[in-house]
Structures are given as C-alpha cells and as structure tokens.
C-alpha cells in the first residue's frame, strides 16, 4: 500500500503571508490597542490581497523596510495600510489593470474622449504616476502636451522605421509604445477602440 500525498497549491495570498505577515508577526509585531481581532484579521487579509501582485523579493524588502515601523507605544503594534502600501508601491508598483478604478475610468465616457483626442496612452502615464486621473486643470494641459509629444515621436520613429533607417533606439520606443498602447486601448470598453 502507498501512501498518498496530497499537496495544497500556496495561494498569493498564502505566499504574502508567509514572505510578510508571519515573519513580522514573529519579528514581535502584534493587533493594535483598541482594534478588535476581528477588524484586525480583516486587516491582515486586505493586506495580504492588496501585496498578492508583488514578487517574493519585493516582499521580503517590504518586510525588511517594516520591520522598524511598528506603531503604538510600544513600536509593536501593526503599521497602518497608510504606512504600508507607499513602502509597498515604491518596492514594486501595481499593476495599473488591477486597479478598479483605472479600468472603471477607462471604461468610462473619459476613456473614449481620450481616446478620440489621442490622449489615451499620455493619460495612462499619468495613471502609472499619481494612480488617479488628471483632474485640475494644470493636469489636463499637461496629459495634452505629452499626448502632442508622444504623436510627435511615434510618427517621426516610425516614419524611420518605415524607411529603414531607424536606430536600435527608435525601435526600442516603438516596441513600448505599441504595447503600451495596446493596454490602453485593452482598458476600454468595447466598440470603442
């Protein structure tokens, strides 16, 4: 008779656990005064989803780069998302298509207005920068003029490239450009692309 294994699969957010929230929790990091423990393994799971993208390098410098922010008192108590998710953005940034909100805005008339001034993938910047949309007035002008940039870019890089003397440089800025792009328009909503 042989003996059956069975093996779980690690979930990410398993793995976040494993790579972050175990080894502070072990480290001396505990529930902070005045949170109950059901609010605080909410916490601890919305922390554990929110980090699911990051690699285990990353977490492992996210958990290096926590270990002497503890909070309270006492410096034990759990840091706040506040704390945590700046730490976490600088050491690996989200992927723009996992943020709700990016793929709603798109998804709204704001997208397909971008899209018919040709603005889309200069608001995308703008996105992968401040995770929101422009909305002063300076922020639009801005997203405009890097939206004229970037036209004015592609047309002469692919102009050289249709002529065959673009450089190694030029098609390196047209593969980026094109697969940027590409997202973009993979962000809006159907038939308007």
């Not at 285990?56 to 704390?83: F, I």
Request: net charge positive.
């Amino acid at each position: 008779m042989t003996d059956e294994k069975t093996s779980k699969t690690e979930t990410k957010r398993d793995r976040v656990r494993r790579l972050l929230i175990d080894p502070l929790t072990e480290h001396g990091f505990r529930k902070p005064g005045g949170v109950s423990a059901e609010r605080h393994a909410k916490f601890l799971r919305d922390l554990a989803d929110e980090l699911s993208h990051m690699h285990d390098e990353k977490l492992e410098d996210l958990r290096a780069a926590l270990r002497y922010r503890g909070e309270g008192k006492d410096r034990r108590g759990w840091p706040r998302m506040a704390t945590i998710m700046p730490l976490a953005e600088a050491a690996q940034p989200r992927p723009l298509e996992e943020v709700p909100a990016l793929t709603r805005w798109f998804r709204s008339a704001a997208g397909a207005e971008a899209h018919r001034e040709n603005r889309l993938l200069a608001e995308l910047r703008f996105w992968e920068k401040f995770k929101r949309p422009p909305l002063k007035d300076g922020e639009k002008r801005m997203v405009r003029e890097k939206a004229r940039e970037l036209d004015s870019d592609y047309r002469v890089r692919a102009d050289r490239e249709r002529r065959g003397v673009a450089s190694d440089d030029d098609l390196q800025w047209l593969a980026w450009h094109r697969r940027d792009e590409a997202r973009a328009m993979a962000l809006l909503p159907e038939g308007v692309a």
